[in-house]
């Protein structure tokens, strides 16, 4: 796929706009969360988690404690990473590249709260709007 290119600022745009909509009863387990914006993953960062070529591409990436082992105050914050380029490339259109800004930054924020990924595969499994084919594959997050 061809992909589809926003600046830097509009993507960080994006994902600040998806982070401003969540529901109020989320917005004070929000923080001690930072959201980073980089354009991709480094390659020390997908050695360390034992990633290669052959799999799907890191979209975001989860960083912190599960739940039952933060303190307040005392943890350092949660870390969620976005990654630009990775979801350009998988996108054919602005219209994609927000919707897919939207689910990962939905699929990190899972993590923050609980959620494992397997709990998380009934909905990663559900094919996006934009999908051709209902039983479409989705990348790693």
């Known amino acids: 796929m061809a992909g589809a290119r926003l600046t830097f600022a509009e ?9 401003e909509e969540l529901p109020e009863p989320f917005k004070p387990y929000l923080e ?3 959201v980073d914006v980089e354009n991709a993953p480094s390659r020390s960062l997908l050695r360390k988690l034992g990633m290669t070529e052959a799999h799907a591409p890191l979209l975001g990436l989860f960083e912190g404690p599960p739940p039952g082992e933060r303190e307040y105050g ?11 380029r990775p979801i350009e490339r998988l996108c054919r259109n602005r219209q994609e590249v927000e919707y897919e800004i939207r689910r990962t930054v939905l699929h990190e924020l899972a993590h923050h709260f609980g959620f494992e990924e397997e709990d998380l595969e009934p909905f990663e499994s559900r094919p996006s709007p934009f999908d051709d084919h209902p039983e479409g594959g989705h990348p790693a997050h």
């Open 11 to 19: 993507f960080c745009r994006i994902v600040r706009q998806v982070l």
């Open 32 to 34: 001690n969360v930072v």
């Open 74 to 84: 005392i943890s350092p914050p949660v870390r969620i990473r976005i990654f630009k």
